[in-house]
């Protein structure tokens, strides 16, 4: 009987340390929470409101055990007042012993899970975060090439529409200077852009006397593009002239529409 009654009192105890634990816990966060939600808010709390949840959490825990270990004690009274089978009282109590560290195994691996899954998120985020502030400046990363820094950053302003040959395209009005070659960007068909890039020109000026400064343009691959229908053209000559660098705006023209307006140049020599 004595194998018995140590059986019932050690489950008693691991099952109200489970329990007890558990309990203060939710019953110290459920206070917090009503402090949070009917009076503080997120306003300061007092250092008191802390510690009263965690004073009450405490004292709920404590009588949950002692619950568990009084009612243990006391159907092993009730087992040595009467005759019973010793073997099933202690298949009962070992089971129950069995059953709580099978619980407590459980919860570890799964607080171990939700820790791992926890930082992989926080990791996800700070990365999702930190390429979102990459993104959204304006300069220049390292190695980044001219199709992907225009891309990114460039493409997202705003677009002149202009009619060409009865069709609608728009045209990214800033030229990227890099590499002794200008590229911008125009959204419409590829086979137009490809017309267009044959006859257009910049200039310093656009009154009589004007300067030409680049009139060999060309129109990348159809395959090199930014989103849908949104294809480049690049100057064919490697070697801008010194001028050029030193400009910020030049006249952008299309002489079969009698078309002119001015460009913004983004040096990225």
């Given amino acids: 009987m004595k194998l018995v009654r140590r059986l019932y009192i050690t489950a008693g105890i691991i099952w109200g340390g489970i329990l007890g634990i558990l309990t203060g816990l939710y019953i110290a966060g459920g206070m917090a929470g009503i402090f949070w939600l009917y009076i503080f808010g997120d306003n300061a709390w007092p250092d008191w409101a802390l510690g009263t949840a965690y004073i009450i959490g405490i004292i709920t825990g404590i009588l949950i055990f002692g619950i568990c270990v009084f009612f243990s004690w006391s159907y092993c009274q009730k087992l040595s007042a009467i005759e019973t089978d010793q073997k099933k009282e202690i298949r009962k109590a070992t089971a129950l012993i069995v059953l709580s560290f099978l619980i407590i195994s459980g919860y570890i691996v799964f607080d171990n899970y939700q820790t791992e899954k926890y930082a992989l998120l926080k990791q996800k985020i700070e990365k999702d975060e930190k390429r979102r502030v990459e993104d959204a400046l304006p300069y220049r990363k390292v190695d980044e090439k001219d199709i992907d820094f225009y891309c990114r950053i460039i493409r997202k302003q705003s677009k002149i529409e202009i009619i060409y040959r009865g069709e609608t395209i728009k045209i990214v009005p800033e030229l990227l200077l890099s590499n002794g070659q200008l ?23 656009i009154v009589p006397g004007y300067k030409k400064l680049i009139l060999d343009f060309a129109a990348l691959p159809e395959n090199i593009s930014c989103g849908q229908k949104l294809f480049f053209i690049r100057s064919n000559t490697s070697r801008i002239q010194r001028s050029l660098k030193e400009i910020e705006r030049v006249y952008f023209s299309i002489p079969s529409i009698r078309a002119s307006f001015t460009m913004a140049i983004r040096n990225e020599e």
């Fill in 183 to 205: 590229l911008f960007a125009v959204v419409g068909s590829h086979s137009l852009i490809k017309d267009l890039a044959k006859e257009i020109f910049i200039s310093e000026k």
